[in-house]
Structure formats: structure tokens, C-alpha cells
């Protein structure tokens, strides 16, 4: 079974350009989240999907972070404008619905410049 | 707010003994508690997790202890070998939900 996809793997930007980031959840499972990973740190949660529903989305920026899943499957998450101190990795995590269990995508290292 | 604290940030431990990563927590109400295993360049891995009615959990090499009264909780690793050598991280529920606040990770190297 694959696990859950995210791409790219790996980004390079200048400060003030726009970014986006694609999440693939392992089949079958309706909660989606999004975490931002400082070197370092722990995961913290950007925000979570129940299908296509953002059921949390406190701790995102909305200022300039945003982010979809349209029919309830793969996420966007988009960053614009960009700023040096969102330099980190992007991970995307898939659960069931339901179940605590969470399992974690490769992650998208994000450099901003 | 709600906070997580691990210790070590960093062990290291000669091959084939015993590793023991703690956390405590500040959410009297979290009642869920994973363990995760990162390895470079990948996602953060679960191992094993525990619940709030339970005190104790193994799998293999791996166990859990949970101690709810003094809010805190570790991971135990026995007979380690150089494939633990990884980042690990705690992390604990906030109250019911499926939002964890994760520790600060440990860095575990497996001295061949």
C-alpha cells in the first residue's frame, strides 16, 4: 500500500514569491493534516480536513497561508508572499476517520531566500 | 498554553543496551500518547502509542509507560542496535481531540 505523497520533495524560493505544496493521503483515509517542522522542533498542526471540510484551521496564518482539498482526497497548501522565516518542512499527515493513528508523508523542505 | 517537555535532547548508547526517553504533559485531559521515530529526510514514523487507561504497552523491544498522576510518560528501547539511531518525538492529545502537541524530539545514536 503506498503511503502518503507530497511534492515536491524540495524548494527553493525567493522571499515575496508564492509556493505550493501537494499532498496525496494514503487511500481511504478522509482526515488530512498539515504540519509545519522547524529544524529542531516537532510538528506543530497547520490545519485538518475532515474530507473537504477544514474542521481546524486556528494555528494557520491566513494572512498568507491557504490551503484546499476539493473533493475530499489530495491537498494544497499555498504560502504568498513568502517570508525567510518560513524556511522549514512541510509535512502531510492521513488518518482514518476516527482513529488517532497518523501517518506521515516524506515532507517538503522549504528555503526561502 | 498546553505543553509537552522531552528529555534527553540527545542520547547515546552503546549497541545491545537499553535507551529511555521521558515526557511530561500539562493537559490533565489528554488522553492519548504516540511515540514517533524520524528518520533523516523522512516523515515522522509512529512505534507504538498508549492511551490514558493504560499504564503500560510493549511491543517487541519497544514499551511505553504511562504515568497520568505525575503527567508524564517514556519510552523504553531494549537490545538497541545502530537502525534505532533516529530522532524521536513524544507527543500527547490535546484533551480528546486528534491535535497533539509533540516534545522537542531526542536524538538517539546506537553505538556499534
Known amino acids: 500500500e503506498a503511503g502518503v505523497v507530497q511534492s515536491p520533495r524540495y524548494k527553493i524560493i525567493e522571499k515575496k514569491q508564492p509556493v505550493a505544496f501537494w499532498c496525496n493521503p494514503i487511500s481511504g483515509h478522509n482526515t488530512l493534516y498539515w504540519y509545519l517542522q522547524n529544524l529542531g522542533q516537532g510538528p506543530e498542526l497547520l490545519i485538518r480536513y475532515e474530507n473537504e471540510e477544514a474542521v481546524d484551521d486556528s494555528q494557520l496564518p491566513k494572512d498568507r497561508f491557504s490551503a484546499e482539498r476539493l473533493k475530499g482526497v489530495d491537498s494544497t497548501l499555498k504560502i504568498q508572499p513568502a517570508e525567510l522565516g518560513d524556511s522549514a518542512v512541510y509535512l502531510c499527515?492521513?488518518?482514518?476517520?476516527?482513529?488517532?493513528?497518523?501517518?506521515f508523508g516524506p515532507g517538503t523542505r522549504l528555503t526561502v531566500t | 498554553g498546553e505543553n509537552v517537555e522531552q528529555h534527553p535532547s540527545t542520547l547515546s548508547v552503546q549497541e545491545g543496551d537499553s535507551a529511555v526517553i521521558k515526557c511530561t504533559y500539562s493537559?490533565?485531559?489528554?488522553?492519548?500518547f504516540p511515540w514517533y521515530k524520524q528518520e533523516l529526510g523522512k516523515g515522522p514514523q509512529l512505534i507504538i502509542d498508549i492511551r490514558s487507561n493504560v499504564g503500560e504497552k510493549k511491543d517487541q523491544r519497544i514499551a511505553v509507560t504511562l504515568n497520568k498522576t505525575a503527567k508524564h510518560f517514556s519510552l523504553h528501547i531494549t537490545e538497541t542496535q545502530p537502525e534505532d539511531s533516529a530522532v524521536y518525538f513524544c507527543a500527547a492529545s490535546m484533551g480528546g481531540t486528534y491535535k497533539y502537541i509533540f516534545g522537542t524530539g531526542t536524538r538517539l545514536k546506537v553505538l556499534a
Open positions: 493537559d490533565s485531559a489528554s488522553n492519548y
Open positions: 499527515a492521513s488518518s482514518i476517520q476516527g482513529s488517532h493513528e497518523q501517518y
